[in-house]
Structures are given as structure tokens and as C-alpha cells.
């Protein structure tokens, strides 16, 4: 998932529990799968002419049976390819819930338990605190009630810090008690992952392949980067300029935090994978993980989102996002989003046997969300209940906004003059983020920080303040991000607090 939408799968399962229509535990009638499957073709084509998103494709699960599996509009914009059915996607945040099957493979065969803790298998591990490190489970990390912040480690990432790297830096952040709350972490869970290889003896990316996409025969799934760009029918990725969809600058490269996000698959794989958590751990007759190992995952482990008026509170288990309706319904889903370019959603409804999934190439806006709660809405209650793209638009536009305290302002027209060059020129660090350098530059100054020497022009603002342009995935295209020096009594800067990188309180580096 991208390093900004941390609650979008709970809220959206959330409002999809709240619509109206229907009666408490009343049976869903067979005919409206059929209905909704109808109607799919028609809510796909408008969901794609009112957001623009370049291509889709979906799948639905019905009774054990693929019932439905298209594609819609093209891979790459300026291409005539379409995207079908055996089109690849980067799956982005679906990778959880892939994953989390990955996991539960390995509890049934009796490796770790979703109780083990993470320590027994990844020594080096540690929290902020020792008694968190000692007691901190597979299944906390699942589930996002570690106690770490919010996103913690997906900024290391971003700068080219690798998956040991990010691990090793998790225990510098601020954390919460033990579970005490729901954060939404990929490296916490990550580190979950980890330990789960360890204890089977493989890479997880093996793990996954063996365990996993073998077995269910999918054979175009991948939780390698290498595998989905080899594929010669993938979809590219676009982002929102000016309103509109254009072809992406960069590729996301998820590697580092593949558990979390890194999974690539089509519709045609992710339906087997579907069938496989209806029957709730079996495949075409045969068990592939034991109901009890399973079951977990699909049980509220964690609340993500509180109740509010008449939308129910949203929970999560391990690795997928747990709702129940106003008909008494359970559901099962997550979304995933890359601001790089891709926008993924599955929404499972046990009570139908009916699961579906959506993928696009396109900067996340609501457009997969919308589509599978239209699906899921017909199913349960016969009939579109609401404007789900309505919905959920403020809620990406929200998400997709640029940050940063001097977005969309001015530069200062009489600022106050900067100090001489030579006085932030230097190498500043702490132990989050390592060494960072002030170097000159043609445009006066420039900052390079992490192992990919990511480099940002620093424009003057005023005295000894600093902004440099942000986006990618770290944040949306237009983010701009104040860089403040503070100057020692010899009049030579001392400390360097980075705004955007500050969400933790760790963004203040000081001069070695």
C-alpha cells in the first residue's frame, strides 16, 4: 500500500456496512449474484468514464465457479493493448491478505502459530521497549496493534533503505503500548513475514511461491519485482496530472516491503485465491490449509475504525479488513494503492459465496472501491444502494492532496536574507535516518539523503527556511516540504529539521 492510506479499506468496508436496505440476518437471495454479474459490465464502463482510469480488469467468484473475468480499456495509455483477463497488476496492499494465507499455510503445518513470538525467529528484532521486543507476535504485526506508528519505516523505504535496514531503524520510532490501538504498518508486518521465512527455512518470496501460488496454480503470481516487470502483458502504470490520467514517470519497486505490498497477480490467479478463503482453506476438493489456521485471519482481531452515527466500527484480522453489515452479513477485504500508479480492491461475501476483485493501473480515486461495493451492494440487497464513487471520492481527493505547511503558496517577496552558503553546507544525522548532505548546487543548495542518494533542490524561503519539491510514494506529486536550519552561536547551522519527514518526530538531524 502507499506510505497515505492507512484507514481506506476499513472506512470504505465501513460505509458499504451502513447502506441501506435489506433486513437484519436476512438470506441473500441466489438470483442476485446472477444480477449483480449482469450489471458489472455497465458499472465497470461508467465507474471508468467519470474517474478516466486507463484500464481494469475483474474477476467474480460464485459457488466454487469463475462467473466473470474482463478486462476494460488499455495497459498503457498511447498503446492499443487491452488489458484481459491474464493481464498483470502490482496488487499493492492486497499482498496482506495474499500473504496472510501464505502465513496460515505454515501455522497449519504446525512452523509457528500466529501466537509465536517474532523474536523466536528474528533474533536481531527489536521493539522500543524490551518487553514489547520479548512479547510481540506473528499476529500483533498481522494485524497492525504492535503499538508501532503509522506507516513506521515506509519513509526508509522511499530513500533506498532495504527490508533488513528498515527493520533494524523500527524500534527508533514512538510506539504505543502493546495493543492498545491499530496502526497500519507494511514493515511491521514485514518483520512478521520475516520470521515466518525464517521458520520455514525459505525466503518468503519462495515461501510464498511454494506454499501458495504452486499449489493454487497460479502461475502468473509473483512477490518478486523482477517477475512482474518480465511479464510482457502488465499493466503500466498512470498518475493524475491536472485532472487527468498520463502515463507514470517511475515504477514502483515494492521489493523491500514485499509481504506488505510487493504481491503481482491477475484476475484469473486472484479468482483461485478467492475459492480457496470461501471454502475457507480448501481448493477444488483438497485442503490446502486446515480451517483452524485459517479461520483466524478472517476473525476481528484489531478495531481499525470506531463506529460513527450510523457506520459501524471496522475491524481488522490478520491481513484482511473484517465488516458486518446491517443485514448481519460478514465481508472480507482489503484495497491497495500505489500513488506510483495502481489501485487494487476484493470484497468477499461468505453469506453468498461470492467473492470479487478489482484491479487498475491507475493513482488510486475510488474507482475499484466503487466498483466492488456496487457488486457487493447488488448481491446483498438487490439493487445499487448509493453513489459509491460519490462516496468515496472526497475521501481519495483527501488522500491524493499534496502536504506540506507552504503548498500552493507564493515564495515570499521580501524574505528575510539566508545565511552565507558555506553555513549549511555539511553533513547532518541522527540514527533513523543516518547522514544526510547539504552540498552546493546551480540553484544554490541541495539536500542528498539514503542509500539511493536521493536528491532535493532546496529553494530559499525566508531566513533559515528552506523548501524542496516531495512526491513519488512518499507523498502526492505538488508536496512541498519546509527544511529549517537552526544556527549555533558561531552563526553555522547546527540542526536541520526535514517537515515531511518529521511525522514521527524523528526528522530533526543534527550536524556531525
Not at 152 to 177: I, K, T, Y
Not at 188 to 215: F, H, I, K, M
Not at 391 to 409: C, R, W, Y
Not at 418 to 446: M, R
Request: hydrophobic share 40%; aromatic share 8%; net charge negative.
Amino acid at each position: 500500500m502507499s506510505l497515505r492510506f492507512p484507514l481506506l479499506l476499513p472506512l470504505a468496508l465501513a460505509l458499504v456496512a451502513c447502506s441501506d436496505g435489506g433486513t437484519h440476518g436476512s438470506a441473500i437471495p441466489s438470483h442476485h449474484v446472477e444480477q449483480a454479474v449482469q450489471q458489472l459490465d455497465q458499472i465497470v464502463a461508467d465507474t471508468m468514464a467519470r474517474t478516466g482510469v486507463p484500464g481494469i480488469a475483474v474477476a467474480v467468484v460464485h459457488n466454487n465457479t469463475v462467473v466473470y473475468s474482463k478486462g476494460f480499456g488499455v495497459r498503457r495509455l498511447g498503446d492499443s493493448t487491452s488489458v484481459d483477463p491474464h493481464t498483470v497488476f502490482q496488487l499493492a496492499s492486497l499482498s496482506k491478505s495474499v500473504g496472510a494465507t501464505v502465513v496460515a499455510t505454515q501455522v497449519g503445518e504446525g512452523v509457528i502459530s500466529w501466537d509465536t513470538p517474532v523474536v523466536e525467529h528474528l533474533p536481531w528484532f527489536t521493539m522500543h521497549d524490551e518487553a514489547t521486543t520479548a512479547a510481540v507476535t506473528i499476529g500483533d504485526l498481522y494485524s497492525h496493534r504492535s503499538g508501532l506508528p503509522d506507516h513506521a519505516g515506509d519513509d526508509l523505504e522511499a530513500l533506498g533503505h532495504d527490508r533488513r535496514e528498515v527493520l533494524e531503524r523500527l524500534h527508533l520510532l514512538p510506539a504505543a503500548p502493546l495493543r492498545s490501538r491499530y496502526e497500519y504498518t507494511n514493515f511491521g508486518l514485514t518483520a512478521a513475514a520475516e520470521a515466518v521465512a525464517q521458520a520455514s527455512g525459505s525466503a518468503w518470496e519462495d515461501l510464498s511461491e511454494q506454499a501458495l501460488y504452486r499449489p493454487l496454480r497460479m502461475s502468473a503470481t509473483s512477490s518478486r519485482f523482477s517477475d512482474f516487470m518480465a511479464h510482457e502483458n502488465r499493466a503500466s502504470p498512470h498518475v493524475l496530472r491536472n485532472h487527468e490520467f498520463v502515463l507514470g514517470d517511475a515504477q514502483r519497486q515494492p521489493d523491500p516491503q514485499s509481504p506488505a505490498g510487493g504481491v503481482s497477480s491477475n484476475v484469473v490467479d486472484m479468482a483461485e485465491w478467492m475459492k480457496l478463503i470461501l471454502n475457507e482453506g480448501r481448493h477444488n476438493g483438497e485442503e490446502l490449509i486446515p480451517r483452524a489456521a485459517l479461520m483466524p485471519a478472517l476473525t476481528p482481531q484489531a478495531e481499525s475504525s470506531p463506529a460513527s452515527g450510523e457506520r459501524p466500527a471496522g475491524h481488522y484480522g490478520y491481513g484482511f479488513n473484517i465488516s458486518t453489515s446491517d443485514t448481519g452479513e460478514v465481508r472480507y477485504g482489503h484495497s491497495g494503492a500505489f500513488i506510483l500508479g495502481s489501485g487494487t480492491s476484493f470484497s468477499i461475501l461468505p453469506g453468498a459465496n461470492t467473492g470479487i476483485i478489482a484491479l487498475s493501473n491507475g493513482q488510486p480515486v475510488g474507482a475499484v472501491e466503487a466498483i466492488t461495493a456496487a457488486y457487493t451492494d447488488i448481491v446483498e440487497h438487490g439493487r445499487i444502494t448509493r453513489d459509491w464513487l460519490e462516496l468515496f471520492t472526497p475521501t481519495f481527493d483527501e488522500m491524493n492532496a499534496p502536504e506540506g505547511q507552504f503548498v500552493g503558496q507564493p515564495f515570499p517577496e521580501n524574505p528575510t536574507p539566508p545565511l552565507p552558503p558555506h553555513a549549511y553546507v555539511g553533513t547532518y544525522a541522527n540514527d533513523y535516518f543516518g547522514e544526510a548532505s547539504v552540498v552546493p548546487h546551480e540553484a544554490g543548495l541541495a539536500l542528498i539523503m539514503g542509500p539511493s542518494r536521493q536528491t532535493f533542490v532546496l529553494r530559499h524561503w525566508s531566513g533559515n527556511v528552506f523548501v524542496f519539491e516531495l512526491a513519488g510514494e512518499l507523498a502526492a506529486e505538488g508536496s512541498r516540504s519546509a527544511a529549517t536550519f537552526t544556527p549555533g552561536p558561531s552563526g553555522i547551522a547546527q540542526t536541520l529539521t526535514l517537515e515531511l519527514f518529521d511525522k514521527n518526530h524523528v526528522g530533526t538531524l543534527t550536524r556531525r
